[in-house]
Each structure stands twice: as structure tokens, then as C-alpha cells.
């Protein structure tokens, strides 16, 4: 990422965190374009990575669900907004996360999971 979320943070100090573009390799491919921050956007569904630059003040505590087994970082993402945080997305594709066969995130998307998440934010 070549410090490029360290000098957005710098930039931007009402930014919680910043996140950017990304391509994936491996059993899933192809680019995943973020959107820029709207509270009201991400409650209906996660468009930000957790390959993410948090400021470490910034994070709540505990910073993710233990209870959740997936969607976490969406998890986190709103609560963060809850309470004022925002984040701030670099419009490039920084970085390239490979996936391999058989890993959680191959598996696709899980409703009951996605519900969950919803239902803990009061979204449904």
C-alpha cells in the first residue's frame, strides 16, 4: 500500500479509517470497488475492506464481535458510525488479496450471517 492509507489518515484527521479499492486472485477473482463513506449506504450492506487503516484511538473496545462468525468487519464499520466515526476511501485499487479454495470468504456471501448483523443494528 506504499504508506498511501498513512498520508490519507495524516491528511484527514476527521477520518477514523481509510480504505480503498482492491483486486482478488485465486478462487475468487476479479476488482471490488468500495464506495466513498455514507453512514445510510453501509447500513443496507458492507462495501469496505478489512484490509483497512484503523486509528487505533479510534476503535471500539472490543474491536470485533466474538459472538459473530462472519461479517466482523462490517460489524465494526457500523458501529464505528454509530458513534460519529467516519471513514475516508482512497478512489485507487491498493493492494491484491488472494483467496484460496475452501477458505470463508470463498464460501460466498451466508444470509443467516448477513441477517445477523442487521438484526444486531436494529437494520431489519
Request: contains cysteine; proline residues 5%.
Given at each position: ?16 479509517f ?9 478462487a475468487?477473482s ?5 464506495k ?10 458492507n462495501?469496505i475492506s478489512p ?26 464499520w ?7 466515526r ?5 478512489d ?15 464460501k460466498g456471501?451466508?444470509?443467516?450471517h448477513f ?8 437494520l431489519?
Open positions: 500500500m506504499n504508506g498511501r492509507m498513512e498520508v490519507e489518515l495524516a491528511d484527514h484527521p476527521e477520518a477514523s481509510t480504505y480503498c479499492h482492491y483486486d482478488r486472485t485465486g475468487i476479479g476488482k471490488v470497488l468500495a466513498p463513506w455514507d453512514f445510510n449506504t453501509l447500513k443496507r450492506g462495501y484490509m483497512s487503516l484503523v486509528r487505533r484511538d479510534h476503535l471500539p473496545d472490543p474491536c470485533f464481535d466474538p459472538e459473530l462468525e462472519r461479517y466482523e468487519d462490517w460489524d465494526l457500523l458501529r464505528m458510525g454509530k458513534v460519529g467516519q471513514g475516508r476511501l482512497i485507487e485499487t491498493l493492494f491484491t488479496a488472494h483467496y484460496q479454495a475452501g477458505d470463508l470468504s470463498s456471501e451466508s444470509q443467516d441477517f445477523a448483523v442487521k438484526q444486531k443494528h436494529g431489519v
